[in-house]
């Protein structure tokens, strides 16, 4: 309850009531479940000015994970840097902050030194490295990983470690092996599960995709929003209109739509893909604050049926509305440009990526 503790920290400085390490510890890790960046700088300020960083082990740590899961890793490493102990769970967090933020190479750099400084990984560091492998498509490290789990028995006591695995062969590309795995877990969660139809959808496999999770529904496993965001990419991918209103029909029923906004993405993609222009308009209209996502799926739905200037007219229409784009837009924009034979136009879509700071 991050919110609640950074109010009772609130109240206990305006009873003038000292912090101490312990204080500053867990308000740290209140920052790192709320995202306060900016209160984290502030206690981060406080400890420093008290020279409390070089006496205190497990405060240096909580400052690398509040930068970390805050979106900071480069914060992160600096203040690792300073540290004078680093034990598996410093190394840890760090390496964990830069796999949630997608900086996959930059963990895997981590994790290589962590094992020169010969400190043992334990089952957080396997999980964020499996994570890193999976951004980065290093399949070769996945399989070191997996064996290196497999003989300390790891994968029998922890869901999470399976889970990763899963995850990590998914979106190598390896589903094969991702299945492999799941049939080898004792334990299966609703994670695990959503995990191995992700995969399978992520490469392309739509069937495969429904066939699991008609099996999740089989044994009692009730999928969440992100089964259902998966499961509509299958859907996507089918160019299935029939299962996707049946899935629509679902998340309704479960006020699902009411809750999360990737849900109305996921199905402004699913109907744009199915050629339902209408009830792709329809759900983007309904969304209430659109991103890039939401407008990159649209356009999507109006550049594979050609209609280059819809497709033009909705893009200046998402920049009026200070949504910058990103490489999926201009993939789209181009592909627009591509059906309808539209060569100078591709050639300005292509300069006005650099405009937005995008590398092709």
Same mark, same amino acid.
């Given at each position: 309850?991050?919110?609640?503790?950074?109010?009772?920290?609130g109240?206990?400085?305006?009873?003038g009531?000292?912090?101490?390490s312990? #204080?500053? %510890?867990?308000?740290?890790?209140?920052?790192?479940?709320?995202?306060?960046?900016?209160?984290?700088?502030?206690?981060?300020?406080?400890?420093?000015?008290?020279? =409390?960083?070089?006496?205190?082990?497990?405060?240096?740590?909580?400052?690398?994970?509040?930068? /970390?899961?805050?979106?900071?890793?480069?914060?992160?490493?600096?203040?690792?840097?300073?540290?004078?102990?680093?034990?598996?769970?410093?190394?840890?967090?760090?390496?964990?902050?830069?796999?949630?933020?997608?900086?996959?190479?930059? %963990? =895997?750099?981590?994790?290589?030194?962590?094992?020169?400084?010969?400190?043992?990984?334990?089952?957080? #560091?396997?999980? /964020?490295?499996?994570?890193?492998?999976?951004?980065?498509?290093? !399949?070769?490290?996945?399989?070191?990983?997996?064996?290196?789990?497999?003989?300390?028995?790891? !994968?029998?006591?922890?869901?999470?470690?399976?889970?990763?695995?899963?995850?990590?062969?998914?979106?190598?590309? %390896?589903?094969?092996?991702?299945?492999?795995?799941?049939?080898?877990?004792?334990?299966?969660?609703?994670? #695990?599960?959503?995990?191995?139809?992700?995969?399978?959808?992520?490469?392309?496999?739509?069937?495969?995709a429904?066939?699991?999770?008609?099996?999740?529904?089989?044994?009692?496993?009730?999928?969440?929003?992100?089964?259902?965001?998966?499961?509509?990419? $299958?859907?996507?991918?089918?160019?299935?209109?029939?299962?996707?209103?049946?899935?629509?029909?679902?998340?309704?029923?479960?006020?699902?739509?009411?809750?999360?906004?990737?849900?109305?993405?996921?199905?402004v993609?699913?109907y744009?893909?199915?050629?339902?222009?209408?009830?792709?308009?329809e759900?983007?209209?309904?969304?209430?604050?659109?991103?890039?996502?939401?407008?990159? $799926?649209?356009?999507?739905?109006?550049?594979?049926?050609?209609?280059?200037?819809?497709?033009?007219? =909705?893009?200046?229409?998402?920049? /009026?509305?200070?949504?910058?784009?990103?490489?999926?837009?201009?993939?789209?924009?181009?592909?627009?440009?591509?059906?309808?034979?539209?060569?100078?136009?591709?050639?300005?879509?292509?300069?006005?990526?650099?405009?937005?700071?995008?590398?092709?």
């Amino acid at each position: 309850l991050g919110h609640e503790a950074l109010k009772c920290f609130g109240r206990m400085q305006k009873e003038g009531i000292h912090p101490d390490s312990v #204080t500053y %510890a867990c308000v740290l890790k209140a920052c790192s479940i709320v995202g306060s960046l900016e209160i984290g700088e502030v206690i981060d300020g406080e400890v420093r000015k008290q020279g =409390l960083l070089k006496k205190d082990f497990k405060l240096g740590t909580a400052l690398v994970n509040m930068y /970390s899961k805050c979106g900071a890793p480069e914060k992160a490493q600096e203040v690792f840097e300073l540290l004078s102990l680093r034990n598996v769970v410093t190394w840890s967090a760090l390496i964990a902050g830069y796999a949630q933020n997608g900086l996959g190479h930059k %963990a =895997l750099k981590c994790f290589m030194q962590m094992k020169h400084a010969s400190v043992s990984p334990n089952v957080v #560091t396997y999980v /964020s490295v499996l994570k890193a492998c999976g951004i980065v498509g290093s !399949l070769e490290l996945g399989k070191e990983i997996d064996a290196e789990v497999r003989k300390q028995g790891l !994968l029998q006591k922890d869901v999470l470690l399976g889970n990763a695995l899963v995850d990590m062969y998914s979106k190598c590309g %390896a589903v094969e092996r991702a299945q492999k795995v799941f049939e080898q877990l004792p334990e299966r969660d609703v994670v #695990t599960w959503n995990v191995l139809i992700s995969g399978y959808a992520h490469n392309g496999l739509g069937h495969e995709a429904l066939k699991y999770f008609r099996q999740m529904k089989d044994v009692g496993i009730c999928p969440d929003e992100v089964t259902y965001v998966c499961i509509l990419k $299958a859907c996507s991918i089918l160019k299935s209109l029939e299962i996707g209103e049946d899935i629509v029909a679902e998340i309704r029923q479960k006020g699902f739509l009411r809750k999360d906004p990737m849900l109305h993405n996921a199905l402004v993609d699913m109907y744009s893909k199915c050629g339902a222009l209408d009830k792709a308009r329809e759900m983007f209209e309904q969304i209430p604050v659109k991103d890039v996502v939401s407008w990159s $799926a649209f356009i999507s739905g109006h550049a594979q049926l050609g209609q280059a200037n819809v497709v033009f007219n =909705l893009f200046r229409r998402m920049i /009026s509305k200070d949504v910058m784009p990103n490489l999926v837009t201009f993939v789209v924009l181009l592909s627009a440009c591509s059906h309808a034979g539209l060569v100078k136009e591709g050639e300005k879509i292509f300069d006005e990526m650099f405009v937005y700071h995008l590398t092709p």
